[in-house]
């Protein structure tokens, strides 16, 4: 097959945008355009995009730029959250051919029928309660992990929230469609998964087109349980609301789910978490935090926390950074609150100024490298699996244990994409644990 052209992308925000980038690609590539890294070549540059915060658009607005600095003559087209809700301001931007929204990004080949630039930018975006069906996608940019979304949209009203506006409704992959997929990824010779979506604990919602639950997650982590050639299983955002102690204990039990949580908290005042219409409180996410810890002692937990979100005096951001030093986890994410448009937040009384809100974010990520540091700490002289990827750094090949430590090994080839028992001795420069290969060696 003649190439129609060579294609690079460039993706912003979460796994799961990565998983439909490269769904995206494959699709281009079915259809005869040759997927590149080299942007300076290719004749059309894809630009996924995310609208999480407001650092991400104007990140959208500088990689706009940069490719057109870079190759001038690359047809651009720019889809993603982003593109869904700001469709005709992007389409304004200097450059920019194409902009594609949420039901319209899947038809990329369609759109490229014609490269020719018109001048001024197509823009192509739906009404967002015209997403209603799922698109099945996953990533495999790499041999060793793969990005399997299972679920898309949000029901959830969060006050603060742009998500359920660019991507509409929960809607959930089949049980059968994310096994099939989950097969073919494990026969590319990927040892790990990890399940993406915008609110998987939500998953079996709009499976069939039906707006109830046909599914649970946990029938799906069961599925996925069984499938053949697969090492590892992870779990990726989960609302705590929705990790339900069935699924805790069958992940604790399980020979491939692996013992890592990342559950939003978003802050650790109730009144706060009132405020921004979350569906639990600090005395659940407590629950959860201790259930894990009693059947699973060694998992790692992951926090996402928002700070200076409107009405958050210091006394509250004391109590979240209090509540946070108190829970027995492994390390947070910290996003420093952005006015969204559109969004109950911003009608709030009692803004934050920016200097204060950007104090409180570096003091919270100053208390996840200690909880992180403390986390490693308990493990050092400690043997574990890890899984060994593809990055070379300093003559080292860096991979991750089951609970999510960060290792390096001395750089072998026939290390790369397996699973070694690693005894875990020491801190680098950079947080890594430096690991050496256990005598009792696993190696799958």
Do not use: W
């Not at 979350?278 to 699973?296: D, F, P, S």
């Amino acid at each position: 097959m003649t190439s129609k052209g060579k294609v690079a992308f460039h993706t912003l925000g979460c796994k799961l945008n990565f998983s439909e980038t490269s769904a995206i690609a494959r699709n281009l590539q079915q259809e005869g355009y040759t997927r590149t890294d080299d942007e300076t070549s290719a004749d059309v540059f894809v630009l996924n995009t995310c609208s999480v915060t407001e650092n991400a658009d104007k990140e959208c607005r500088q990689i706009i730029r940069q490719i057109n600095r870079k190759n001038p003559e690359a047809f651009v087209v720019v889809t993603g959250c982003y593109a869904q809700l700001k469709a005709e301001e992007i389409g304004k931007i200097d450059g920019v051919d194409l902009v594609l929204g949420a039901k319209e990004k899947f038809r990329l080949p369609f759109f490229l029928n014609n490269l020719s630039r018109k001048g001024v930018a197509e823009v192509h975006s739906c009404e967002i309660g015209e997403t209603d069906f799922f698109v099945s996608a996953y990533s495999v940019s790499d041999r060793t992990r793969a990005f399997l979304k299972v679920q898309d949209g949000c029901d959830y009203t969060c006050s603060y929230c742009t998500i359920p506006l660019a991507r509409g409704i929960s809607r959930s992959d089949t049980i059968q469609n994310v096994v099939s997929n989950a097969t073919e990824i494990a026969a590319k010779g990927i040892r790990e998964i990890v399940l993406t979506g915008v609110n998987i604990g939500d998953y079996g919602k709009g499976e069939y087109g039906n707006k109830k639950h046909e599914h649970t997650f946990l029938e799906l982590i069961h599925a996925l349980d069984k499938v053949d050639g697969l090492s590892r299983l992870r779990i990726s955002s989960i609302e705590p609301n929705l990790l339900k102690d069935e699924i805790i204990r069958f992940v604790s039990s399980s020979d491939k789910f692996v013992p890592h949580f990342h559950i939003p908290l978003q802050s650790g005042s109730d009144k706060i978490l009132k405020l921004m219409r979350r569906r639990y409180l600090t005395g659940l996410y407590q629950e959860r935090i201790a259930t894990i810890r009693q059947l699973m002692p060694d998992a790692c937990i992951g926090v996402d926390v928002i700070t200076g979100f409107p009405g958050e005096t210091d006394a509250d951001f004391q109590e979240t950074y209090d509540f946070l030093n108190s829970l027995d986890i492994s390390y947070l994410h910290v996003f420093t609150y952005s006015e969204r448009p559109n969004t109950d937040a911003i009608e709030l009384a009692g803004t934050v100024s920016i200097p204060e809100r950007q104090l409180r974010t570096k003091r919270l990520r100053v208390l996840s490298s200690k909880k992180k540091h403390v986390f490693y700490d308990r493990f050092l002289g400690q043997v574990r699996p890890a899984l060994m990827e593809t990055e070379v750094k300093n003559g080292m090949l860096q991979g991750y244990t089951d609970n999510y430590i960060r290792v390096t090994l001395p750089y072998s080839e026939d290390l790369v994409n397996r699973i070694v028992n690693v005894q875990l001795n020491s801190f680098d420069e950079e947080g890594c644990i430096v690991s050496t290969r256990a005598e009792n060696m696993a190696k799958i």
